[in-house]
């Protein structure tokens, strides 16, 4: 069935609570442990088809945010989510004061229980209408980037669409294009920091009427990090600081003498090479196609997968008017089905996201066995390794996309990991800082990201603007603002994905892939460091595991003379 025949109704509240709590009391009044998976069973489908619903408005509303049906329906998941979520409060608490717990445990993977268990913690009915203004304050951020129109090179641009301008050959198109995109931030900075502020009050509200120090440890059980805390962390971002910024500094120098300037400004970090950076040959119709034919040449598996997701419509790839920005991967459990969103701008990250968002599609697609919604996808650090791992096991096939460009492409995006992962750790380290401190002002929150940028990014030059100089880079940073501490799982699957990358492109490990299959069939039945430990890779937090991983991967960027490229 096409995906845009997925029907979408919207949940009635009352009729939908009685049906729920009437299957928690039968779940209650077991008398045995079959009782009890037959109650489980019947929840898991209730709350499947509940996801379904808000997973379509969701998808539908990102793809044309002006649709005033799907607004409305929006408003409505915003307000009724933390209704719901009390509702699976007490399905999980029921659980818990089972006497069949113990059996429970037994016939279900450890993580779902361990999910449970975090819900818990992370709710309360006295919450209720904070979480709402919470989920509210996302989506006003949200629109008001999705809005942006901005008047560039006779045409009214949305944010996605400034990509080429940013990376153009021409220097004085790229300063123009980084002042039009700021001026959008810079024209809405009062009304950003607004909303920013009003987030990091509520959620330190929620946090402390929870009973938590602050919004760091009610953060942390809010993304589910069974197996490591805050101090785990920090060994970790000690690493980044220690192995990886003194690379990236050498490759800022690199990329200066490669585009022929003397000193590199914020407005010319997008361009990596003079003759401009790698893009892909052909139009999205040849991407399509390629990408279609990559995924059947890479195994049986990837070939039965690209098939559904393309003969189902399930793949959104082109920017337009209203569109919201970026990319994402959800599921829609009633369909057993992945959903790809992104926006296509002509540039490599076209590819990126072929193979990126696929690899999470990708890893769905291969655990829609588990029947629990709650543990379909796993924790989001997890889910990042098999988009990030994927991107690599592609790599044999980039010729198909940038044909003599190649070299480039790789040369590019596998510096351009290295360059993500102190950014992506000062963004986690920021909000570390923010909500250890939320009686900070607007201006003091910017003053301390610019600290940490100069610290994480020391080659960061912004000495003609400002207006990033006071700090506010990070306005860009829609994770921060919808998804407070996600950003960091992006680097901890690099840093894991990159050891994929040593062992199948550099050592032609055949038992690298069987290990990638092995954690996406898992999905969400295991945790973060348990799924490091199935696919045979070493944990980021131990200390010295960064060092030999960087090493090689510093070692294989050497070889190029990317002069030549």
């Known amino acids: 069935m096409n995906s845009e025949e997925y029907t ?4 009635d ?19 045995s442990s079959e009782d009890v998976k037959e109650a489980i069973d019947a929840i898991s489908a209730l709350i499947s088809s509940l996801d379904s619903m808000a997973t379509l408005a969701s998808i539908r509303y990102s793809i044309n945010t002006k649709d005033d049906f799907y607004e409305k329906e929006d408003d409505y998941w915003n307000e009724y989510g933390p209704l719901y979520q ?3 409060t007490r399905y999980y608490k029921a659980i818990m004061e089972s006497p069949y717990l113990d059996n429970i445990k037994k016939a279900y993977p450890r993580t779902f229980i361990q999910n449970m268990q975090y819900e818990l913690d992370s709710f309360d009915k006295s919450v209720i209408e904070l979480l709402q203004k919470e989920n509210q304050l996302s989506s006003d951020y949200q629109k008001l980037i999705a809005a942006a129109e901005i008047e560039f090179d006779g045409k009214t641009l949305t944010l996605s669409q400034f990509g080429p301008y940013l990376q153009s050959t021409d220097r004085a198109v790229r300063k123009k294009a980084n002042q039009a995109q700021l001026s959008y931030f ?19 509200d929620i946090a402390k009427k929870l009973g938590y120090k602050d919004f760091v440890e009610l953060g942390y059980v809010r993304m589910k990090r069974y197996d490591y805390d805050r101090e785990m962390v920090e060994v970790y971002r000690q690493q980044i600081l220690e192995y990886v910024v003194p690379i990236t500094k050498k490759l ?84 057993r089905a992945p959903f790809i969103f992104a926006n296509f701008n002509g540039t490599s990250a076209d590819i990126d996201v072929l193979t990126h968002e696929a690899g999470h599609a990708f890893q769905v697609f291969q655990s829609r066995w588990i029947k629990q919604p709650e ?57 570390h800082e923010v909500y250890e401190n939320p009686e900070w002002t607007p201006a003091e929150r910017k003053a301390a990201w610019r600290e940490l940028e100069k610290k994480y990014i020391p080659h960061r030059d912004y000495s003609e603007s400002d207006f990033l100089d006071k700090g506010t880079y990070w306005y860009r940073q829609g994770h921060i603002f919808a998804s407070p501490f996600y950003y ?53 937090f131990k200390k010295g595991s960064l060092e030999h991983v960087i090493e090689t991967i510093d070692k294989e960027l050497e070889k190029t003379d990317d002069k030549k490229l």
């Open 8 to 11: 979408y109704k919207r949940p």
């Open 375 to 431: 543990i379909v996808f796993p924790t989001l650090e997890t889910c990042e390794i098999h988009s990030m791992s994927m991107e690599f096991f592609t790599y044999p096939w980039m010729e198909r996309f940038f044909k003599e460009q190649t070299e480039k492409y790789k040369f590019d995006h596998l510096s351009g990991t290295l360059r993500f992962l102190p950014y992506g750790v000062l963004v986690d380290h920021f909000q």
């Open 186 to 204: 810079e024209k809405n900075e009062e009304e950003i920091d607004r909303i920013f502020d009003e987030l990091v009050h509520v959620r330190d």
């Open 252 to 335: 800022a120098d690199r990329q200066a003498e490669r585009i022929g300037i003397k000193h590199l400004k914020h407005y010319d970090e997008a361009l990596q090479f003079l003759d401009g950076n790698p893009t892909p040959k052909g139009d999205p119709d040849y991407i399509i196609e390629n990408g279609r034919d990559m995924y059947h040449e890479l195994s049986e598996e990837t070939k039965e997968f690209i098939d559904f997701m393309f003969d189902n419509n399930l793949i959104d790839l082109l920017s337009k008017e209203g569109k919201a920005s970026g990319g994402y991967c959800t599921y829609i459990p009633d369909h």
């Open 86 to 88: 009390e509702l699976n």
């Open 488 to 540: 960091i799982d992006y680097t901890l699957a690099q840093v894991c994905a990159l050891q994929f990358f040593k062992r199948a492109i550099v050592d032609e490990d055949k038992k690298a892939w069987e290990d990638y299959m092995r954690i996406c069939e898992a999905g969400g039945t295991k945790s973060f460091l348990e799924t490091i430990e199935a696919a045979h890779l070493q944990s980021p």
């Open 13 to 31: 509240f009352d009729l939908f609570k009685k049906e729920f709590l009437n299957d928690v009391e039968q779940l209650k009044n077991a008398e």
